[in-house]
């Protein structure tokens, strides 16, 4: 029986498997290869991200602030150990000219040129370089007064956490160091909306411990830190989830963080709200409360609330805008 010759097939046919199962492999190889190389540049990014992109952005927006303000200086304070608090100065707006080229040394002995000096103590979100506190600087500056801008502990370039006793700490130092720069000037504290207010408050009350009281504070749209019954609105749930609003309210504790209240019946210096009808957290009438109470703790002469209109669209931070607030600032200051 004669045995039968095969023939290998080597045709392509019977090649094409073969080379289909090598291509898979080859493609499953590079995918892998990119799938290794996006989660490299993936964490490269995360890396300049979280300890890069920070410092550029404090040598960028801090230390070269923007252009607008080119009379102020960029500093830092040291209110306790492993606290740094990122601070500007501008000085009034006539003296821009004297400023170009000036060192922190020629800010601090501008402090004692007699004119005022506004501390403004800004709110829980954001840094002293949103365009609404800008705003703010340049209506003090152009008044002819001197402007302080910290960020408080845990905001902007400042280190740290934010709570009640080291926002206290942080303006308490704030104060004394303008305080020990500034002769007899008028030092007028200016706390915006969202509680930063309530931290002014503390700071008085600390002070009058001392036996100091404040020349001046003037509260934007400040908080009530005591249980209040805001109008619950798309804007207030928004709002209430921003990063830093818990650390700043404790409404429905035992123990609030900022006692407003109670530090406002303890106050004695002349107080000055400030308040747009609009204002889409804080209603008026909150407002009208805290002005009732401080009021009669002292009287009505000494405790103003001023209104803004709410058609004009200012709502939580856009008084700055409003004309009439350079001559409400200026008599308020005359006042004291």
Same mark, same amino acid.
């Given at each position: ?8 097939? #080597? ?66 304070? =040291? ?14 707006? &006539? ?7 000036? &060192?922190?040394?020629? $800010? ?43 960020? $408080? ?5 400042? =280190?740290?956490?934010? =709570? ?62 005591? @249980?209040?019954?805001? @109008? ?45 009808? #609009? ?58």
């Amino acid at each position: 029986m004669k045995k039968r010759n095969v023939k290998r097939d #080597d045709s392509p046919s019977v090649q094409k498997p073969a080379k289909l199962q090598q291509k898979k492999k080859e493609k499953t190889s590079t995918s892998w290869k990119k799938i290794i190389l996006l989660s490299l540049g993936a964490a490269v990014m995360l890396g300049f991200s979280v300890y890069i992109l920070p410092e550029l952005i404090q040598q960028v927006v801090f230390m070269y602030r923007n252009f607008s303000l080119n009379h102020t200086v960029n500093m830092y304070f =040291t209110p306790e150990e492993g606290i740094s608090l990122g601070v500007w100065l501008t000085v009034p707006d &006539d003296q821009w000219k004297e400023a170009q080229g000036k &060192d922190l040394s020629w $800010y601090e002995k501008s402090l004692g040129n007699g004119s005022p000096v506004f501390i403004y103590l800004h709110g829980n979100t954001k840094n002293r370089a949103a365009p609404h506190r800008i705003g703010v600087s340049k209506v003090l500056s152009a008044l002819g007064y001197h402007v302080l801008v910290p960020d $408080y502990r845990g905001f902007g370039d400042s =280190t740290g956490e934010p =709570t009640e006793d080291g926002l206290t700490t942080d303006a308490l130092y704030v104060y004394d160091w303008v305080k020990a720069r500034s002769g007899n000037s008028l030092v007028v504290l200016w706390d915006t909306h969202s509680g930063q207010g309530l931290v002014s408050t503390n700071l008085a009350v600390k002070l009058l411990e001392r036996g100091v009281v404040l020349d001046g504070v003037i509260l934007e749209g400040a908080f009530n830190a005591a @249980p209040t019954n805001l @109008p619950v609105t798309i804007f207030y749930w928004f709002y209430w989830s921003l990063p830093g609003v818990k650390y700043m309210f404790a409404a429905g504790t035992k123990n609030p963080v900022f006692p407003s209240v109670e530090n406002l019946k303890k106050m004695k210096s002349p107080v000055l709200f400030l308040h747009s009808e #609009d204002d889409p957290f804080v209603p008026i009438k909150v407002i009208e409360e805290m002005h009732e109470i401080a009021a009669n703790a002292q009287s009505k002469d000494r405790v103003k609330l001023e209104r803004f209109d709410g058609s004009k669209g200012y709502l939580h931070n856009g008084l700055y805008r409003d004309a009439k607030l350079p001559g409400v600032l200026k008599d308020f200051v005359e006042s004291l």
